[in-house]
């Protein structure tokens, strides 16, 4: 039996714009992966707002200019940007190298509801039980476990290195940690609450943390007790603390002191021995 020719390009045609579509939603669902570290959809404000409906209340040309650059629609005067900027603590999304096919691609997705789509996972839903109950007990020892953790004198499970390596955080009044990033004592406050830390360390936007963290992942347990402690430690702190330079300055000081010392020896110890002194040592090891 024969099939007509018109048929068999209908069909091609038909099979070709199926995986086309498969295609664009699968990359739709790859350039939404970042965007988990800050925004839902339809499950509440994190670090930025919840994307459900996003693009109803935003034009399209609004939407791709500001995912392209929120910097740049903030420094034009936009009162919409700004407005956002002020709500969510003066946090800026980052700049995304998208182009405008790519942004209309992840809000396809977005809008097509599959970011929130497939059935739940019981084991999912037992750890987020746990999860939350973690959270709602607020416990001094899961503070500190979360503080242990912080500071590296518990290490996390998979090996990642210690918050405080590059971190800063005041908590009960002491100072102590990294000056290499942001200072987190008040991390709770202004990124949003459990969901902002909980985002920003599960999917970091920012490219060292990427790296530092990628092959050895913060577990979602460990990730709970951290937000605890940073919880912890913003209470503890009406505002903003300075970082305790002090000490960073003092062992400083002491590192270039030594590296001075060293370069002073070394060069002392050349200019007692000279080249006539190395001669002389080589000819009566040779004379003997």
């Given at each position: 039996m024969k099939m007509d020719s018109k048929k068999i390009i209908l069909t091609g045609l038909l099979m070709a714009g199926i995986f086309c579509q498969n295609v664009h939603s699968q990359d739709g669902e790859v350039l939404f992966k970042p965007c988990t570290a800050c925004h839902s959809v339809g499950g509440g404000r994190m670090v930025g707002p919840d994307l459900k409906g996003v693009t109803r209340r935003r034009s399209y040309d609004w939407l791709v200019s500001?995912?392209?650059?929120?910097?740049?629609?903030?420094?034009?005067?936009?009162?919409?940007?700004?407005?956002?900027?002020?709500?969510?603590?003066?946090?800026?999304?980052?700049?995304?190298?998208?182009?405008?096919?790519?942004?209309?691609?992840?809000?396809?997705y977005i809008n097509g509801g599959k970011a929130m789509a497939g059935a739940a996972d019981p084991k999912k839903v037992a750890l987020q039980r746990k999860l939350d109950s973690l959270l709602l007990a607020n416990s001094l020892q899961d503070i500190t476990t979360g503080q242990d953790l912080f500071t590296g004198r518990k290490r996390f499970a998979n090996g990642g290195i210690s918050c405080i390596s590059c971190h800063n955080v005041t908590y009960h009044g002491i100072g102590t940690g990294g000056l290499l990033a942001k200072d987190l004592t008040k991390a709770f406050s202004r990124l949003g609450g459990f969901a902002g830390i909980r985002g920003i360390i599960m999917m970091p936007p920012f490219p060292s943390m990427t790296v530092t963290y990628q092959r050895s992942p913060i577990l979602d347990e460990e990730n709970v007790f951290l937000q605890l402690f940073l919880k912890s430690?913003?209470?503890?702190?009406?505002?903003?603390?300075?970082?305790?330079?002090?000490?960073?300055?003092?062992?400083?000081?002491?590192?270039?002191?030594?590296?001075?010392?060293?370069?002073?020896?070394?060069?002392?110890?050349?200019?007692?021995?000279?080249?006539?002194?190395?001669?002389?040592?080589?000819?009566?090891?040779?004379?003997?």
């Open positions: 500001f995912i392209q650059s929120s910097g740049k629609v903030i420094k034009s005067g936009d009162p919409v940007a700004a407005a956002l900027l002020a709500e969510y603590k003066n946090v800026v999304m980052p700049d995304n190298a998208l182009t405008a096919d790519q942004v209309n691609l992840l809000l396809t430690a913003d209470s503890q702190n009406a505002t903003e603390p300075s970082a305790n330079k002090s000490k960073f300055l003092r062992s400083g000081l002491v590192s270039g002191l030594l590296l001075v010392l060293s370069i002073f020896l070394v060069w002392n110890r050349r200019k007692r021995k000279s080249v006539n002194h190395a001669i002389l040592k080589r000819q009566e090891r040779y004379s003997m």
